[in-house]
């Protein structure tokens, strides 16, 4: 899936992530989390894998998370990426 | 009576000039005014324009709205804090390393024992008084500040060399009062000694979220499975939506069962006073007001009752803690030993402090803790606390929504577990709590810190019983 447009999906509740991503020539992820000390590795893999599923190859994902599961982290990513790409409306 | 008014001193400086305040002493205040207190900013500032310098400040606690005391440390005037508890906004400042020297970190129980044992000592207490007479006694309970109790302030008036009392209502003749005028130095009248909305602390709105009133339902089953529940019941139990919650199904039983309770403990919310007017429980024992209707039912119902610190949460003395037969407490963590943090947050920043935590879980036949098993994906259950807070020998049980983990490290509580599994609750090891957490949130990363102390643990009964770190990149 290609990122052909500026989208975003979740929220800023506790438990949950507010993902946003936009087009770029390279692959850049940036995280911020409430829980970066105890799980970074664990949402930076969270999001890589989802990005992999959907073959994205290219972008700017941006990651501010308040401590959401690795579930709700990947469903957050793949709606916004969704929303994001040529299918999304 | 006229006599005694030359207590009376035109301003805080001059107080402060009379007390005989200098380099390197130490003061007090104590936080009925909680969030609404004026009077410590404005001692503080008034303290560094007399050109003041390394004061320890020993305050029952801090909250957010004396944040500017940052700056007075910053500036130098201010170089100690001693505390029960202290609120995030000083706490972070403090974990990132703001004082030279560790805060000291009591508990309730503990500031006034040592006090008495003379381990603590203030040279002057500064007293938010919201109403003062001519005798120089004082009393929280009416005037336009009123705060109910001032049961903090007691011990400090008892034993600090000097006593500044600074009210913004003067009359003339008291009947209740909470402090003594004997005790009282100098009196200072001001124009507003804080705001008495600021006084509100946690909630007064029982939690409707589902988790919530699972955990809360938990802990009522639990203190009626317990056998504790029966005429002469004694209870205390927080602010928090879940903790009201639980009082409320506590309530819904005795009501069922006809049962008279003796008294509700602690910090008083309106909840409790419903309970008192229905006559569940025959007094309440008030340290400090949580709310507004707290305050108005100490003034006007006589089985509301004002207590000491030490009449409270004391070590030295057959306080009330003693008699609790069930507690309901809170907890940031929870470790495998049954250790409880309630100092710090899973990074190591100082969010609070015992408060009267662990003369509580000391005190009281059944302490149950009662916290959900992840918070914003960080389980509660963990190896090692951050901080020790209260130790694990002095808790009883933990509730969560998913489990209800009985504390029998300690070769006790066989039969209160027997108990509980009787009456079918969802009784599991401490261990699986922390397994079926980490299954959802996966395995936290443990947390590093700098080896520089920001703070020390005393245990109400004076010894050390952990330390606090300074958390790292600062």
């Known amino acids: ?89 | 009576m006229e006599f005694q008014m030359n207590k009376v001193v035109d301003s805080i400086q001059q107080a402060i000039k009379a007390s005989g305040l200098k380099d390197g002493m130490t003061i007090s205040f104590h936080h009925h005014m909680r969030n609404g207190d004026y009077v410590m900013n404005m001692v503080l500032d008034a303290i560094a324009q007399a050109g003041i310098k390394d004061i320890t400040v020993n305050a029952s606690s801090f909250f957010d709205v004396h944040a500017p005391i940052l700056d007075h440390i910053r500036n130098g005037v201010v170089t100690g804090l001693e505390c029960n508890y202290m609120s995030s906004l000083i706490g972070k400042a403090v974990s990132e390393g703001i004082l030279e020297k560790p805060v000291v970190f009591r508990s309730h129980g503990g500031r006034p024992s040592d006090m008495e044992k003379g381990t603590s000592h203030i040279d002057v207490a500064f007293v938010a008084a919201p109403t003062c007479d001519w005798s120089s006694n004082c009393t929280g309970r009416i005037g336009k500040s009123a705060c109910g109790p001032m049961g903090y302030a007691v011990s400090d008036a008892m034993y600090a060399d000097k006593v500044v009392a600074i009210t913004d209502n003067l009359v003339e003749k008291l009947d209740d009062i909470s402090i003594d005028g004997k005790y009282i130095d100098f009196i200072v009248n001001v124009d507003q000694i804080g705001d008495p909305k600021g006084i509100v602390s946690g909630t007064t709105q029982i939690t409707r979220d589902p988790v919530g009133l699972r955990m809360a339902e938990n802990a009522a089953k639990v203190i009626k499975a317990s056998g504790l529940l029966k005429d002469g019941f004694s209870f205390q139990t927080g602010a928090g939506g879940a903790t009201l919650a639980a009082s409320k199904f506590v309530r819904e039983m005795m009501i069922k069962e006809g049962i008279q309770g003796s008294f509700c403990l602690g910090g008083i919310t309106s909840y409790m006073v419903q309970m008192l007017h229905e006559g569940l429980f025959k007094e309440l024992l008030d340290v400090q007001c949580f709310d507004l209707d707290a305050v108005r039912s100490l003034s006007e119902d006589s089985n509301h009752k004002e207590i000491t610190a030490s009449e409270y949460a004391g070590v030295c003395c057959d306080s009330a803690v003693n008699h609790l037969d069930a507690a309901l407490l809170g907890a940031t963590q929870v470790d495998l030993d049954f250790n409880v943090n309630v100092h710090t947050d899973s990074n190591g920043y100082i969010i609070g402090g015992s408060g009267g935590h662990s003369d509580v879980a000391a005190g009281s036949k059944l302490c149950i803790i009662i916290a959900p098993l992840t918070r914003a994906r960080l389980p509660l259950v963990v190896d090692r606390v951050v901080t020790i807070s209260t130790p694990g020998n002095t808790i009883d049980v933990l509730v969560t929504q998913r489990g209800i983990a009985v504390n029998t490290k300690y070769g006790k509580n066989k039969e209160l577990k027997q108990r509980l599994i009787d009456a079918h609750l969802p009784i599991m090891e401490i261990e699986d709590l922390k397994r079926i957490a980490e299954q959802y949130s996966g395995v936290p990363s443990p947390l590093e810190t700098s080896d520089r102390v920001v703070g020390n643990v005393i245990y109400r009964d004076g010894t050390q019983i952990d330390t606090i770190k300074m958390v790292l990149g600062n």
């Open chain 1, 1 to 89: 899936m290609e990122i052909i447009r500026k989208a975003w999906a979740g929220t800023g509740e506790s438990s949950d992530a507010y993902v946003l991503v936009s087009p770029a020539n390279t692959l850049e992820i940036e995280i911020s989390s409430v829980v970066y000390n105890q799980y970074a590795k664990a949402i930076d893999k969270a999001v890589r894998e989802t990005l992999a599923d959907l073959g994205v190859e290219k972008g700017t994902i941006t990651i501010n998370d308040k401590g959401a599961l690795d579930c709700v982290i990947q469903a957050r990513v793949e709606t916004a990426i969704k929303r994001a790409s040529e299918a999304g409306v």
